[in-house]
Each structure stands twice: as structure tokens, then as C-alpha cells.
């Protein structure tokens, strides 16, 4: 089961960042404060859903940095921007940078929640679609060469006849790797192997050819 949802809050101010939490966590948020983007980016390693809350200007990094170094992460959590010193501009980079939105420390709560809820939603969609990634990847990951090798005919549409000749081996062994590797991913058809393949993030660089 997934670890409940956490707001992290970035804000070199100490005040604001205090009465946000507080207001945040009597919300029921699970909450995590930093006054700086270093402060946050040190932090220890966690895969669990969320998002971050930060300010836009802050002493030496800003929250347009920590917007890109989470664009970095492989676990990266969507991003709202509260700030007090806003402008249009950097509002539309935010936003096309996959800002979940980007809102006045004057907002009014009920467009923060909003705002937090979605990110949250958001979050949680992308940890499933990894942990769907990652369970189809481990099904490939125990494939054998030969297997990868049926694999790589199959989805080209080959017949077992054909893959035995490309391959040098006998139509029987081809039917036998294509059996094992049947169990092993779970689908048979080429159409439900391709659709796995592309759930596991494969590209054709990954698949040996034939």
C-alpha cells in the first residue's frame, strides 16, 4: 500500500512557513517544512505521493530551480508555486514547465486545497503508472536471450517457422522458447506482447533483432 500523501513546503519565510503548515496539517495533510531548496533537495530519499509547495524568490536558488532539479528526479513530484512577488511571465514558464498551478500567498485556501488535491491525484497516477512500468519490466527481466530473440520475431509478426530460420534453430525450440516465454510474461498474443512492451518503457534498442 502506498505511504500517505506528503506536502512538502519550500519558504526562506520563516512566519509563512510556519502558519502554512499549521493550517495544512489541522486540514489532515501530512506535512514536511523547509526554508530553502537545498534544505529540501537534502532530504532523505522517498518514493511516497505528494507534491511540493514552495515560494518562488528565494536566496541563492528559487523555486524555478527546484522545479528543474525535481524534473530531474525519477520520482518527481508535481509543484506549487505560492508567492507574494508573481508575475505573468514566469507564471507561463512555470506552467509549461508542469507547474500544477501557481498561486498569490493571498489566494484563498479553498484554491490552495484545490490545487493541493490535484497535485496529490496527479502524483498518485504517476506512482501507478511507475509501479506498472516497474511490475512489466521485472516480467522482461527474466527472460532469456533465446527468449528475447522469440520475442523480437513475435512482434514483428514472424511465424515460428520463420523465426527458427532466422534464428538456425529447429521450428520445435521456437515453439518451446515461445511457450516458456508466454509463461513468463503472462499475454500470447503479438498484440498483448506489444502493448506490454510499451507499458514496461521498451524501445527497439532494448529487444535484440532477428
Not at 11 to 29: H, M, P
Not at 34 to 39: I, N, Q, R
Not at 70 to 98: N, Q, Y
Request: some cysteine; hydrophobic content about 40%; overall charge positive.
Amino acid at each position: 500500500m502506498s505511504e500517505k500523501p506528503v506536502v512538502h513546503v519550500v519558504d526562506d519565510d520563516v512566519s509563512f512557513l510556519r502558519s502554512v503548515t499549521r493550517l495544512l496539517r489541522a486540514s489532515g495533510y501530512k506535512v514536511e517544512a523547509y526554508s530553502s531548496v537545498d534544505e529540501f533537495l537534502q532530504r532523505p530519499s522517498s518514493q511516497a505521493p505528494g507534491c511540493v509547495l514552495t515560494d518562488l524568490q528565494m536566496p541563492h536558488r528559487s523555486g524555478l530551480d527546484l522545479q528543474k532539479a525535481l524534473a530531474r528526479t525519477r520520482h518527481a513530484l508535481p509543484v506549487i508555486f505560492l508567492t507574494a512577488k508573481g508575475d505573468i511571465p514566469t507564471s507561463v514558464r512555470a506552467m509549461r514547465e508542469g507547474a500544477e498551478d501557481f498561486l498569490t500567498k493571498r489566494a484563498p485556501k479553498a484554491a490552495l486545497f484545490d490545487a493541493i488535491e490535484r497535485a496529490i491525484a496527479r502524483s498518485l497516477r504517476e506512482e501507478k503508472r511507475r509501479s506498472c512500468r516497474a511490475e512489466a519490466r521485472a516480467k522482461f527481466d527474466a527472460l532469456s536471450r533465446r527468449e528475447w530473440e522469440v520475442l523480437a520475431g513475435v512482434l514483428r509478426g514472424l511465424l515460428n517457422k520463420q523465426i527458427a530460420e532466422k534464428l538456425g534453430i529447429a521450428e520445435r525450440t521456437v515453439k518451446h522458447h515461445r511457450t516458456s516465454l508466454t509463461n513468463k510474461v503472462g499475454v500470447s498474443s503479438a498484440a498483448e506482447m506489444a502493448l506490454l512492451v510499451n507499458e514496461a518503457g521498451l524501445d527497439r534498442a532494448d529487444i535484440p533483432a532477428v
